[in-house]
């Protein structure tokens, strides 16, 4: 163990408890040097947990999680989840997936592998460690959605063979795949349908659209919209989604749950908020509309709240702000390893 860093870790995250041995879990967070996953690592750490992270990096990076290397309790394996996984753990976060449309658009093939052969080697360690596992899905699986606010007994409207089948249709196998074992083999079972999450630590050339605003306006460069722009989305905070995945698995509720913040904009009144909050000349221009782009979305959360006493609480307005002063430093940080 590096003193050095454990030090930094507990100077950055000074309430760090330490569990008794009886109280803490051994939990594997697949996809945990993501963006989302790497926010779920620091709060089960704080919580004193053991974690191991398995992780490709293909979207995530070391640099999320690096605080923690070193410490006794963290563990980071470099491993592709299409490919099995034996070790011993009482609890899978299973987050491994490239989320944002350029990311899983960019190797379709591999998109479905992750979530076909990659959850079913979940489900398999699940199977054998008598493991409970919760899988990261998504509002995606209700596709361009004819029904709203969107409630989790809808079945959705997905094209099986567009663009973006491979993340919608592999993420809606994975929570077949998920409820097969659980009736089949007893493997408990947790799913959360994650609507559009933001907030530090998203990749700079992610593709999603608060990364693309926000470092668009940092560079007075043309805010490009696509399609129209009346298009909606509901944006919750990263903070909000990791108290909602951590009351998802500690609950007895073992249906789809929405996690998402029903605060619905429009992506041209976004585009607008956004340039509003950064300043700056940037105009804001329309471009062509992407493909089987989902019109509406907004979450129905009565099930997270009565089942989850969840809700979220971060305003929209504080999240963006909070992300922008993020995005704001990585500019700088680019900019400042540019020059040397
Ligand atoms: P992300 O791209 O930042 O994180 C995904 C992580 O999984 C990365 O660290 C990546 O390297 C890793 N990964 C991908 N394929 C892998 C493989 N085959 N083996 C091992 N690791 C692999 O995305 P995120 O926003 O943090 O999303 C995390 C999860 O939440 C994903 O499953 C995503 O589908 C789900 N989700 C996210 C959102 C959102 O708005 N952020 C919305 C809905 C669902
Ligand atoms: N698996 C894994 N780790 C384990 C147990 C299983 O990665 O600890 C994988 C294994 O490679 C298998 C998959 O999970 O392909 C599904 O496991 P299951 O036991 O359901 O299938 P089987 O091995 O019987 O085909
Ligand atoms: N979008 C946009 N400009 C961008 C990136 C995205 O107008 O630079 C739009 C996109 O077409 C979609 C919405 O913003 O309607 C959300 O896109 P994102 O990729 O963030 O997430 P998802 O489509 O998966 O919800």
């Known amino acids: 163990m590096k003193i050095r860093d454990l030090e930094q870790g507990k100077k950055k995250y000074p309430d760090v408890k330490f569990l008794t041995y009886k109280d803490r879990k051994r939990i594997?967070?697949?996809?945990?040097?993501?963006?989302?996953?790497?926010?779920?690592?620091?709060?089960?750490?704080?919580?004193?947990?053991?974690?191991?992270?398995?992780?490709?990096?293909?979207?995530?990076?070391?640099?999320?999680?690096?605080?923690?290397?070193?410490?006794?309790?963290?563990?980071?394996?470099?491993?592709?989840?299409?490919?099995p996984l034996y070790i011993e753990v009482d609890e899978i976060y299973h987050l491994a997936c490239p989320a944002s449309p350029p990311n899983y658009m960019y190797n379709p093939i591999k998109t479905i592998?992750?979530?076909?052969?990659?959850?079913?080697?979940?489900?398999?360690?699940?199977?054998?460690?008598?493991?409970?596992?919760?899988?990261?899905?998504?509002?995606?699986?209700?596709?361009?959605?004819e029904q709203h606010p969107q409630t989790e007994d809808y079945w959705g409207h997905v094209n099986p063979i567009g663009p973006r089948a491979c993340y919608d249709e592999g993420k809606r196998v994975a929570e077949t795949?998920?409820?097969?074992?659980?009736?089949?083999?007893?493997?408990?079972?947790?799913?959360?349908?994650?609507?559009?999450?933001?907030?530090?630590?998203?990749?700079?050339?992610?593709?999603r659209v608060v990364s693309n605003f926000i470092?668009?306006?940092?560079?007075?460069?043309?805010?490009?919209?696509?399609?129209?722009?009346?298009?909606?989305?509901?944006?919750?905070?990263?903070?909000?989604?990791?108290?909602g995945l951590m009351r998802l698995m500690a609950s007895n509720y073992s249906l789809p749950i929405n996690l998402g913040n029903p605060e619905e904009h429009t992506i041209m009144d976004f585009a607008q908020?956004?340039?509003?909050?950064?300043?700056?000349?940037?105009?804001?221009?329309?471009?062509?509309?992407?493909?089987?782009?989902?019109?509406?979305?907004?979450?129905?959360?009565?099930?997270?709240n009565k089942y989850l006493n969840w809700e979220p609480k971060v305003p929209m307005m504080v999240g963006i702000n909070k992300t922008i002063e993020y995005f704001r430093n990585e500019l700088r940080r680019s900019r400042h390893s540019e020059r040397n």
């Open 177 to 207: 795949m998920c409820y097969a074992y659980n009736k089949q083999e007893n493997v408990e079972v947790r799913v959360a349908r994650i609507f559009n999450t933001f907030g530090p630590r998203m990749h700079m050339n992610d593709g």
């Open 273 to 304: 908020i956004i340039k509003n909050l950064v300043g700056g000349e940037s105009r804001i221009v329309t471009k062509k509309p992407m493909q089987d782009d989902p019109q509406r979305r907004r979450p129905d959360i009565t099930r997270a």
């Open 28 to 83: 594997l967070v697949t996809g945990g040097a993501g963006f989302v996953g790497s926010h779920l690592v620091d709060r089960l750490m704080m919580e004193g947990h053991e974690v191991t992270v398995v992780d490709n990096f293909f979207t995530g990076r070391k640099r999320n999680v690096e605080h923690w290397i070193g410490h006794e309790n963290f563990e980071l394996l470099h491993h592709d989840i299409v490919n």
């Open 113 to 145: 592998k992750t979530s076909t052969l990659g959850t079913i080697n979940m489900l398999g360690l699940a199977k054998r460690v008598r493991a409970r596992v919760l899988l990261a899905s998504t509002s995606e699986v209700y596709g361009d959605p």
């Open 215 to 243: 470092l668009q306006a940092l560079q007075n460069e043309s805010i490009t919209v696509y399609g129209d722009g009346t298009q909606t989305r509901s944006f919750q905070y990263v903070s909000d989604l990791v108290d």
